[in-house]
C-alpha cells in the first residue's frame, strides 16, 4: 500500500513546510529509509500525487495539508513539525523552476534557502555559508566536506539526478565536524516501484554575446523493475561555453579556484532498491562525475619574457594547451539496509566509500628571472559506517543511538611548469617538468557515538535532547624538512529543544545547539618546524548556539522565521601565504532568517526571504566587525508567480539581492541586484520553459571575486586578475519529458 501523502502549496520561493497533520501511511512506510540518507517524504512521484501538489489553491490548501518528513532533524524520518529548528525542503518542482533561468546548483540553495548565502558563481562555494558560519553537505548522507576544505561540495551532482533537498539550518551535533552552520542532505531520485520510466532533458543557455556564449544540456534516465527490484540509471551531460559580463565583456577566469568557463560535466548515477524481505530493505548507490576543463582560451600575460616581468595588461587568447587542467572527478557508492524489527527496534545501517581529485589551474609565483607556473591536485578518500537504532519508549518517548567511523585519507601534488615555455607564450602553454608534495598528506580516523531522545509531554509540547562524543586520531606524515607525527582529540556536542503547537496553525520552538569544524590539517601542518604535529593537536573548535523559531500556515500563508546567536571562543584565519592559523578570539553571528508566501486566488502567489546576519569578532577586548574576506553578507529575495493549472502555464518573476558588507578595516564587498524571469507550458510531448537570468544586464563583481583580490591581490598579482564578474543577461530554453 502506497503512503497517502499531499502537501499544502509548495511554492514558498523554493521551500516546503507544513502544518501540524496526521499523516496517513501502510504500517511498513518507515521500512524504505536508511540512517542519514534517504527521507520519508510526503511529496510523492506518483503522477496523481504531483497533481495534487501543484493544484493546490488557497481555497484548497488547508484539505490537502500533510506533513513532509525528513532526517536532517534526527537522522531517521520525523515529521517537520516535530523538529524544533528551521528546516527547508526544496522539492523537485522548487529546484526546476530555478534550473529553468540557467542557475547551477550552489546558485539555486542561495536563492531558496534563506539562512544560505547567496552563490559565488564559480567553481567554489567558499564563503557560501549558513548563518554566518559553514554547512555541511551530504549526498543521500555522505557527507562533500572533507578535512581539507576545498570548497567544492556542489560541484558533485548535476540537478537532473536530485529528487529534494533538506536543509536544516544552525549548528547541528548529530553528522559531525562541518555543520556549525547549518546542514544540506540532497536527495537523489531513485526508481520507483515496476513500472518503467523514461525521463529526458534537454537545454541550452545563451547571452547572444558570441559563437562561443553557449552552454548545452542533454541528460536521460530509465528506471523500473519488479515490486521487489528496482532501480534508475541515469546520465547527465553539460557543456558550457564562455561566460560573458553585463556589458558583454568576456569574463576573465578564476585562476585562483577555477570556475565553469569551457567546462564539460558528465553524472553518471545509479541506484537499486531490494525488498529482502517484509521489514527489511536495502539500497545500493554509485555515481561517477566528473567536471572538468576542455577549451583553448584563457589569459594571456604579455610581460613574461619582458626585462622586468610583470602580470599586468593580461588579457583572453586562444592557444591555451597545460598538462593538467581544472577538473573534479568523484567515484562514490553508498550501501543502506533498513531492518524494521531488529531486536523490536529499527535498525539502520549505511557504509560508503567517497574517492576525489580536485585539480586547479595553473597559478603563476614569483620566480628569479620572472613567473613559475604551479597547478595543484589534492586526493582525498573517504570511507565510513554508521549505525542506529530507534526505539520506542511507550507512547511518548522515542530513543536514536548509534556509532559512527571513518577513514579520510588525503594526498596533495603540485605540478611545475616550464618556465621557458610558459614564458615565450604568455603562459599560454604550461609543459609538465616536475611533481613535488604540495601539502603534507594525513590521515584522519574518526570514532563516534550518540543518543538522541524526543519526549512527547503532551500533545501539545515536546521536548528533544541529545549528546555526541567524537574522538578522532591524526596522523601527518613527513612534508619536506618538516617532520610529521600524530595526535588525537576529543570532542563532546549536546543539544537540546523544546516545541510548542499552539493547535492553530502555530509552532513556536526554542532551541540550544553545539557543532564544531577543525583547521585544516593540511594547511595548518607542514609550514613550519616549529609547528609541532604531536604537541599541537587540532583542537575542535565548537560553535554554541541558540535559536527562538516560529512557523504558520494555512490556507493563505506559509512561513517560518527563526532569530539565532552562534559563537565560539577560536577561530580559523589565513595568513598571506594562505596557511591557516588558530587565533584564541571570540567571533559570533546573529541574525534573523524568514520566508513567506502569500497565495491569493486564480494560481498568483508572491513572497521572498530575508537573511539579516552580522558577523563580529572580538579584538582586544572590544566587538568589531569581522575581516570582510570570512563574513557573511545580508540577503534577500522577492517573488511573484502564477500557475494556470488547468492550461500547464506558469510564469514567475524573481528578485535576488546581497547587500552591501563593510568591516572595520574599511574592507568592503559590493552588493548587488539582479531579476531573473521563468516561463513554461506543457504540451502533451513534455514541457518547455524560457528562462531569462540577470534580467536586466546587471554589472556587478561577484562576492567571491571581491574576497579573492583581497586574498590574493597584491600578494600575488594585480587586483583585476582576481576579481572574478557576474554573468550579463542570458536566455535558458529548456525542453523536459517524462514518459
Known amino acids: ?33 536508511a540512517v542519514g540518507a534517504e527521507a520519508v517524504s510526503s511529496q510523492a512521484t506518483s503522477s496523481s500525487n504531483t497533481t495534487a501538489v501543484g493544484a493546490t489553491s488557497a481555497a484548497a490548501s488547508e484539505t490537502l495539508t500533510q506533513d ?25 518542482e522548487q529546484l526546476d523552476t530555478q534550473m529553468q533561468t540557467g542557475a547551477d546548483l550552489k546558485t539555486a ?54 529528487e529534494r533537498i533538506e536543509v536544516l539550518s544552525g549548528a547541528t551535533s548529530l553528522y559531525g565536524g562541518g555543520a556549525t552552520g547549518g546542514l544540506i542532505n540532497i536527495i537523489t531520485r531513485k526508481g520507483d516501484g515496476a513500472e518503467r520510466h523514461f525521463s529526458t532533458e534537454a537545454g541550452v543557455t545563451t547571452g547572444f554575446n558570441n559563437s562561443n556564449d553557449a552552454q548545452y544540456r542533454l541528460a536521460q534516465s530509465v528506471s523500473g523493475g519488479s515490486e521487489q527490484v528496482n532501480g534508475r540509471l541515469a546520465v547527465a551531460y553539460q557543456d558550457n561555453g564562455r561566460f560573458y559580463d553585463g556589458q558583454g565583456e568576456e569574463i576573465f577566469p578564476d585562476i585562483s579556484q577555477t570556475d565553469l568557463q569551457d567546462n564539460r560535466t558528465i553524472d553518471i548515477m545509479g541506484s537499486l532498491n531490494v525488498q529482502l524481505a517484509e521489514d527489511q530493505t ?39 594547451r597545460s598538462d593538467q587542467v581544472p577538473e573534479t572527478n568523484r567515484r562514490m557508492v553508498n550501501l543502506q539496509y533498513h531492518h524494521a524489527d531488529l531486536l523490536g527496534q529499527n535498525f539502520y545501517l549505511q557504509a560508503y566509500y567517497r574517492q576525489e581529485e580536485a585539480s586547479f589551474h595553473s597559478f603563476p609565483y614569483a620566480a628569479a628571472g620572472g613567473y613559475q607556473f604551479f597547478a595543484s591536485k589534492q586526493d582525498t578518500n573517504l570511507g565510513g559506517l554508521k549505525t542506529l537504532f530507534e526505539a520506542e519508549l511507550g507512547d511518548s518517548v522515542t530513543l536514536n543511538y548509534g556509532l559512527d567511523m571513518d577513514r579520510e585519507s588525503f594526498d596533495a601534488d603540485q605540478t611545475g611548469f616550464d618556465m621557458a615555455a610558459s614564458n615565450s607564450s604568455g603562459g599560454l602553454v604550461q609543459e609538465k617538468t616536475s611533481v ?72 513556536n520552538w526554542l532551541q540550544f545547539s553545539q557543532g564544531f569544524e577543525l583547521p585544516d590539517p593540511a594547511k595548518y601542518y607542514g609550514k613550519s618546524p616549529d609547528v609541532s604535529v604531536d604537541e599541537n593537536p587540532l583542537d575542535a573548535i565548537k560553535t554554541n548556539q541558540v535559536e527562538l523559531g516560529w512557523r504558520f500556515n494555512n490556507a493563505d500563508w506559509m512561513t517560518q522565521a527563526a532569530l539565532y546567536y ?18 584564541d578570539e571570540k567571533t559570533r553571528d546573529y541574525g534573523l532568517e524568514a520566508a513567506v508566501t502569500r497565495y491569493f486566488d486564480h494560481g498568483i502567489e508572491v513572497g521572498g526571504t530575508l537573511n539579516l546576519v552580522r558577523s563580529e569578532q572580538e579584538i582586544d577586548g572590544d566587538w568589531e566587525k569581522r575581516d570582510a574576506r570570512y563574513a557573511s553578507l545580508s540577503s534577500a529575495t522577492a517573488f511573484v508567480g502564477w500557475k494556470d493549472f488547468e492550461n500547464g502555464r506558469n510564469a514567475r518573476l524573481q528578485l535576488n539581492h546581497a547587500h552591501n558588507l563593510e568591516d572595520d578595516e574599511q574592507h568592503q564587498i559590493d552588493g548587488y541586484t539582479t531579476f531573473d524571469m521563468a516561463v513554461s507550458q506543457d504540451f502533451e510531448i513534455g514541457t518547455l520553459s524560457l528562462g531569462i537570468a540577470n534580467l536586466l544586464d546587471e554589472e556587478y563583481s561577484t562576492v567571491w571575486g571581491q574576497r579573492a583580490a583581497m586574498f590574493y591581490a597584491p600578494y600575488y598579482g594585480p587586483e583585476y586578475l582576481y576579481d572574478f564578474q557576474g554573468r550579463g543577461r542570458t536566455y535558458t530554453l529548456t525542453w523536459a519529458m517524462d514518459f
Open 1 to 33: 500500500m502506497t503512503p497517502l501523502v499531499l502537501v499544502a502549496a509548495t511554492t514558498v520561493p523554493g521551500l516546503a513546510f507544513a502544518q501540524s497533520s496526521t499523516v496517513v501511511s501502510s504500517p511498513d512506510a518507515a521500512s524504505s529509509q
Open 68 to 92: 513532509t518528513m525528513v532526517v536532517v532533524g534526527s537522522r531517521t524520518p520525523r515529521a517537520i513539525s516535530e523538529i524544533p529548528g528551521a528546516v527547508w525542503v526544496i522539492d523537485r
Open 109 to 162: 540553495l542561495g536563492r531558496l534557502v534563506p539562512s544560505l548565502d547567496l552563490a559565488p558563481e564559480g567553481r567554489t562555494n567558499y564563503g557560501q555559508n549558513m548563518r554566518g558560519r559553514t554547512a555541511q553537505v551530504l549526498i543521500d548522507g555522505v557527507s562533500m566536506n572533507s578535512s581539507r576544505g576545498l570548497s567544492r561540495q556542489f560541484d558533485s551532482i548535476d540537478p537532473f539526478n536530485i
Open 282 to 320: 536495502l539500497t545500493l548507490g554509485a555515481q561517477l562525475y566528473r567536471s572538468g576543463f576542455e577549451g583553448e582560451r584563457d589569459v594571456y600575460f604579455p610581460n613574461l619574457d619582458a626585462t622586468v616581468p610583470d602580470l599586468n595588461d593580461a588579457e583572453i587568447r586562444d592557444g591555451y
Open 436 to 507: 613535488d608534495p604540495r601539502y603534507p598528506s594525513y590521515q584522519v580516523d574518526t570514532y563516534a557515538a550518540f543518543v538522541q531522545s524526543e519526549w512527547n509531554v503532551t500533545n501539545a509540547l515536546t521536548l528533544t535532547g541529545g549528546v555526541r562524543q567524537q574522538h578522532t586520531d591524526v596522523e601527518v606524515e613527513d612534508f619536506k624538512t618538516v617532520p610529521g607525527g600524530e595526535n588525537d582529540y576529543n570532542a563532546t556536542l549536546l543539544n537540546a529543544g523544546a516545541l510548542y503547537d499552539w493547535g492553530n496553525g502555530n509552532q
Open 566 to 583: 552562534a559563537w565560539s571562543d577560536k577561530v580559523i584565519e589565513n595568513a598571506e601565504d594562505l596557511s591557516v592559523s588558530l587565533v
